[in-house]
């Protein structure tokens, strides 16, 4: 089945605390992208990775990392967590990053809160 | 800079009634747009995409959306609503020129269809 899947899915943390939130797709997609979800304000992307060992920043990258080594996987890292990285992550990927393209799967989420 | 204004919070309709979730988008040049749909705990999930042509696009699920470009619109449309189309809705844009990559999401409008 294709699919985006991301881990964990709920995460509770505490400030300061490094954590890695994976993302992996088996569509052999080129394009992955991470969004933040949070009320009133949509989805906001924070990095996106056009293919292997490419990457930019979104609108929001401040506060975090990626990297893309693997055509499949697009982690994200948080070096050092902070309360208002409280939010929903989302991992996305599309065949490529072209824009005539743009249709994005979705992973379903991940739910972080950090105290 | 590219946006996208999703004017109404939550839209309530009684089930067999047509439905209109408003979007009007902010892009230099001609657009990409699209429509995507989030059930409760689940990733988003593309619903239908205007990329050139017929100004009517058709969807899933019996959804379609009307592209207006002397309105900067792109409303999303259903003929006869179902208690099942009870969701959270997101308008995107992607500039066709000169936008990057990049998938401006609006901030999404609750649909609730009651019987």
């Known amino acids: 089945e294709a699919q985006v899947t991301q881990n964990p899915r709920y995460l509770i943390t505490v400030t300061g605390k490094k954590l890695t939130v994976t993302c992996s797709q088996n569509m052999n997609h080129e394009y992955m992208s991470w969004y933040r979800q949070d009320p009133g304000l949509g989805l906001r992307q924070i990095y996106y990775s056009m293919n292997v060992e490419v990457t930019d920043k979104g609108d929001v990258p401040e506060g975090y990392k990626v990297s893309r080594k693997e055509k499949r996987n697009f982690p994200l890292i948080l070096e050092s967590p902070s309360p208002n990285q409280t939010s929903l992550y989302f991992c996305?990927?599309?065949?490529?990053?072209?824009?005539?393209?743009?249709?994005?799967?979705f992973g379903e989420g991940s739910r972080l809160t950090v105290l | 800079a590219q946006s996208v204004a999703q004017p109404e919070d939550q839209v309530n309709v009684a089930e067999g009634n047509p439905l209109t979730v408003k979007c009007t988008y902010s892009v230099s040049g001609n657009p990409y747009l699209f429509w995507y749909v989030q059930y409760p705990n689940r990733g988003l999930q593309f619903l239908l995409k205007y990329i050139t042509g017929d100004n009517l696009v058709k969807g899933s699920y019996g959804f379609e959306a009307e592209f207006n470009k002397s309105q900067t619109s792109f409303h999303l449309k259903k003929p006869s609503a179902l208690v099942s189309d009870s969701a959270l809705y997101f308008c995107?844009?992607?500039?066709?020129?000169?936008?990057?990559?990049?998938?401006?999401f609006g901030t999404g409008t609750q649909l609730k269809v009651e019987l």
């Open positions: 996305a990927s599309s065949i490529s990053g072209q824009v005539d393209t743009g249709e994005l799967f």
């Open positions: 995107a844009v992607r500039a066709v020129t000169g936008g990057g990559n990049k998938l401006t």
